[in-house]
Each structure stands twice: as structure tokens, then as C-alpha cells.
């Protein structure tokens, strides 16, 4: 009996051939995103055998304690992506500014913005954590170089996004805008395997995710869709990992709504638009769902900042339209 494999390299390599333009670079992208993602994997598989667990005493750009496997995973993306030659930029949520691709390196026409360990609070208590990455092309000219505007994109200029979740098992999961595809990591082999075909998300679900220990933070309006979800009529439970790619990842696959309202202490929030927002925002779009920042679809924002935060609420279409109705003082509730 033939075991035909579908494995994310020849997936990818389909995917491409729908591009006729596409000269291969995108595929070696995604290659060498998936290569970062196995080494990740590999060591918080090993959290707690090896010393990679705890913190450093440094601090990331916004002033958050880094762990070590933050520093780990930031440095195994960038050294997978420095020299494949498929950049001509990147940005990290660990990094102050972006990293230009300097010209004594082959440089490519894509520009990858990611958050290499999402969930950093939970990487010592052995709960599920992840990588976020969003693909664009640059904008600026082939040979000139570089500009913040090429890094400032609006989140429907996407031409690719995706995750890993590093839970009971590692999944890649991406889409290019023709649909989404999950991925299992076996790791007898170190390929990722073809597991979730076309993943589509339930029209409504039955879960909320939201942090309700902000919930004297926040507007009223805010509480009072809070309040309704907690009612019985509502057919929600609530569900909060504190880990975004799990939570979001869980909400994918059964449907649900994950909430990250601004506050009175942080009035746009606290995820960021760049590398969290965006890149979810377009995988929940392309499997029927929706994400927007309370006023509008997140993926037309324009950002203004590499480090920007926005409120986000995202998932389930009807769940995220009773959301905004709430937020926008339309639902009585
Ligand atoms: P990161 O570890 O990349 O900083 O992201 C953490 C984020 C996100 O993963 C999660 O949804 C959120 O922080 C949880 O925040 P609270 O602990 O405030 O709920
Ligand atoms: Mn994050
Ligand atoms: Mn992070």
C-alpha cells in the first residue's frame, strides 16, 4: 500500500506553482521558517533538561523580562532566515528596529515580521507556547534600499502567515490566501506532515477567551459583552490559556471568540499588529472567520509604528459581529 505523504515542502512547492511568477524564494521562505521551527520545537521539548528555561536579565524593547528560550527562538529565526536569501528585511518582536539585509548577503524581494515565542509567561510551567509570522512583499524598488514604509504594510498586503504551536504535538499551520493548511511535526522524521486539509472555522462557537482580571480596566461596553457571554442564553464557555497562538489555535478548530480589549491602562492593548494581529487576522479571514480591532477589520489598518499594539477581538464570524455591536454600544445585550 502506497503511504503517500503530503509534507509542507511539496505543499508549498503546489502552492507556488499557482504563482507562475514565483521563482522558488517563497518556497525556500517557508522552508526556512519550518527549519527554525523544528529547532524550537526541539528545545522546548527539552525545557527543564537543558538550561533554557528562566529568565535573563535583560529586558526586550517594551521593558518585558526576556526569557532565555524568547532569546533562543529570536536568534534561531533570524540565523535561519539571515542568509537564505529570500529578505531584504525583518522584524522581530524581540528587536528595537528591523534588521536590513545587508548587501554582503544574497537579499530577496520578501519581508518577514514575526513574534518568535509567543506566550513567553508560560514557557516555565510547561504550557503551550508559539511562533507568529507574517510575509510581505517590499514595496521600495529591488536595488535600493530598505525603508520603514517597506515594514509598515497594512495587514491585507500579506502574501503569507502562519504559526506554530508547540503543544502535545508542534503544528505549523499557514495560509497563502488559498485557504488554511495545518501541519504535524513528526518528529521521527523532522517533517512536517499535512494533518488539518483547508481548515475551516465554525460560522459560531461556543467558547470566549478574554482575560477578565483587566475587567475593572475596561469600558463598559466591554463589560457589558463580557457580562452577556458569562449568561447562560449565551451557549458560551470561557476558555483563557494566556498563551494567544494556543488560545487562538483551540478557538480555530472548534469556534470561538479570543478578546484583547484596550484598557484604562493600555488604551490600544496589549497584543501587537505587526506580528500578532495581522498574521492571525489573515488566517482567520481565509478559513470564514473574522478579526477586527473593535471598529473596523484589523487587516485594514494602516500601522504607524513596528511595535504598535491594538485592541484585537477575533474568530467566529457571528461571535466576533455580537462582539462589535457590543463594543460599538449597539448591543443591549
Ligand atoms: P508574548 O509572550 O509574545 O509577549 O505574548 C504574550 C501575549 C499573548 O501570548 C497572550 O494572549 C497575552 O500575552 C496574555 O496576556 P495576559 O497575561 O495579560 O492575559
Ligand atoms: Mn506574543
Ligand atoms: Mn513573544
Sequence with gaps: MSIFVMTLARHIIEQERKFPQATGAFTKLISDIALAAKVISHHVNRAGLVDIIGSIDNQNVFGEQQQKLDVFANEALI????FGGTLCAMASEENEDYIAISDEFPRGKYICVFDPLDGSSNIDVNV???TI??????TSPDESPVTKEDLLQPGYSQVAAGYVVYGSSTMLVYTTGTGVHGFTLDPSYGSFILSHPK?????KGAIYSVNEGNYNLWDKNVQQYVNWAKRSESGMKSRYIGSLVADFHRNLLKGGIFLYPGD???AKGKLRLLYEANPLAFIIEQAGGRASNGKERIMNVQPMELHERTPLIIGSKDDVTVAEEFFQGKHQG
Design 79 to 82: 540565523r535561519s532566515l539571515r
Design 264 to 266: 484604562l491602562k493600555n
Design 128 to 130: 503551550s507556547i508559539g
Design 133 to 138: 509570522f507574517s510575509i510581505f512583499r517590499r
Design 199 to 203: 481548515i475551516k472555522t465554525p460560522r
